[in-house]
């Protein structure tokens, strides 16, 4: 069964860090880039970060640029966001999702990990 | 970055209606437009991929057209486990962009 388990989510405090994992399994993980997507409370689904099979290939949305850094470990089936100096706004429920590439994205999702950001 | 400008935002429909949820981007994106069904507390599921395909396992009632940068989700004859918020995500250009989601709710 194709599966993702995001894990490492959290109460943190304005200015921490968290580091979330999603443990792949059932699929040829290195044959797929992925994705981060977040929903904040009552908000809709906001795209936060892609990498490519690889690595080779990354990218942010603006308000986690140069915050966030997403990562990917193929031998171990996992990817990874790195989330630095945290905002009450970061606060929300991250997903990674599978990304076939072309024109398919986000094909599987994983169960979600939450992040609330608060003094 | 492209904008994605989904209407409508919210609508109130009954069992057996036809509804059309539109996506419009700010520029062309190709067909890299996937269409998303999110209920309540529940991870958003994949309907519709390249802007028409039907995801394996979703009813038939839903289909997706369009291309360039208008694209439509529509549901014939609105089923009573059909109500829930609907987004649509182009990934033609990074940053990837959601829409605002749909609300479609009991009439």
């Known amino acids: 069964e194709v599966q993702l388990v995001e894990s490492g989510g959290g109460l943190v405090k304005p200015g921490g860090s968290l580091r979330l994992s999603c443990a792949a399994s059932?699929?040829?993980?290195?044959?797929?880039?992925m994705n981060w997507v977040r929903q904040a409370p009552g908000k809709g689904l906001e795209w936060v970060s892609f990498?490519?099979?690889?690595?080779?290939?990354?990218y942010y949305v603006d308000s986690v640029k140069g915050r966030f850094t997403i990562s990917r470990d193929n031998a171990e089936n996992t990817l990874y966001l790195q989330m630095n100096s945290l905002r009450d706004e970061d606060t929300a429920v991250y997903y990674c999702?599978?990304?076939?590439?072309?024109?398919?994205?986000?094909?599987?999702w994983g169960q979600g990990t939450t992040v609330t950001v608060s003094s | 970055d492209i904008q994605m400008t989904q209407s409508p935002s919210a609508m109130s429909a009954s069992v057996g209606d036809r509804v059309t949820i539109t996506c419009r981007a700010s520029?062309?994106?190709?067909?890299?437009l996937a269409w998303f069904q999110q209920k309540p507390g529940k991870v958003p599921k994949r309907l519709i991929y390249?802007?028409?395909s039907l995801q394996s396992g979703v009813p038939s009632r839903f289909s997706g057209s369009g291309s360039g940068t208008e694209f439509t989700l529509t549901i014939n004859s609105l089923q009573p486990e059909d109500f829930a918020t609907y987004y649509c995500?182009?990934?033609?250009?990074?940053?990837?962009?959601f829409g605002q989601g749909t609300k479609v709710e009991i009439k």
């Open positions: 999702a599978r990304d076939p590439g072309g024109s398919s994205s986000s094909d599987v």
């Open positions: 059932g699929f040829t993980f290195s044959s797929y880039s």
């Open positions: 990498i490519s099979r690889s690595s080779s290939y990354i």
């Open positions: 520029q062309g994106i190709n067909n890299y």
């Open positions: 390249a802007a028409s």
């Open positions: 995500l182009q990934h033609n250009n990074y940053p990837s962009t």
